[in-house]
């Protein structure tokens, strides 16, 4: 399974954008890259998923680079809401077991 | 369209109790999973169920563990003899499909070992 490292905490005021970057220089060809968020006392919830170049939903963008060795979760104009732990995971296409490393802690600053 | 339900949502067990965590999945998944969080840790995978059926219990401790996820009725999760160790958030989710479809997560049942 490739490892991944990401920032253990960010802050942010409202209404920036917040860009979190995950590393993952062992991913594998198959693998693809998911983005989760967990608020405290709940289970996590699937944000996004890639493969390659960028891409968007109505709640963030995901940009990897050609080399796929790293990602960007892009939260485009945080609110004090999006205070949460973001975890970013990277597995097979027929992987069904979720590896969650310690996340990034996001802090919404009012 | 109710989601994942876990119960309790806290439980309390002195060491060498028995502890039983319950998980209802969505409405027509038949595909459970369950996932262990220690304090200030990630989730880890601990069982793949499919009614009646374990699929992968590699995540699982050998002993005092165990999963089942009857025909009728949620999945449980039951720990034997538990210990402090044991104590941790523990989280179970449900998917329609199996392999990498995605996972819909519940609140999860944080257990306390006194």
């Known amino acids: 399974l490739a490892k991944t490292t990401q920032p253990i905490s960010m802050d942010s005021y409202e209404g920036q954008e917040v860009n979190i970057t995950c590393s993952h220089n062992?991913?594998?060809?198959?693998?693809?890259i998911t983005w989760y968020q967990q608020f405290p006392s709940q289970g996590p919830r699937f944000i996004i998923q890639g493969y390659k170049t960028k891409v968007t939903n109505e709640v963030a963008s995901l940009f990897i680079p050609a080399d796929r060795k790293s990602s960007t979760l892009s939260l485009p104009r945080v609110s004090l809401s999006d205070t949460a732990v973001y975890y970013c995971l990277v597995g097979g296409a027929g992987s069904y077991q979720l590896t969650f490393g310690k996340g990034t802690k996001l802090s919404v600053i009012p | 369209n109710a989601g994942v339900m876990q119960n309790p949502r806290h439980l309390v067990r002195r060491r060498g109790q028995e502890a039983r965590l319950r998980c209802s999945p969505m409405k027509g998944h038949s595909h459970v999973y369950w996932y262990r969080q220690l304090p200030e840790e990630g989730l880890k995978f601990m069982v793949y169920?499919?009614?009646?059926?374990?699929?992968?219990e590699s995540g699982m401790p050998k002993e005092r563990f165990s999963a089942e996820f009857p025909k009728e009725g949620p999945s449980i999760l039951r720990i034997q003899q538990v210990v402090r160790g044991d104590s941790a958030a523990y989280f179970c989710?449900?998917?329609?499909?199996?392999?990498?479809?995605?996972?819909?997560f519940g609140p999860g049942t944080r257990l306390t070992v006194t």
């Open positions: 062992n991913i594998a060809t198959n693998d693809y």
């Open positions: 169920l499919q009614k009646e059926n374990i699929i992968d």
């Open positions: 989710a449900s998917s329609l499909a199996g392999g990498p479809d995605e996972q819909y």
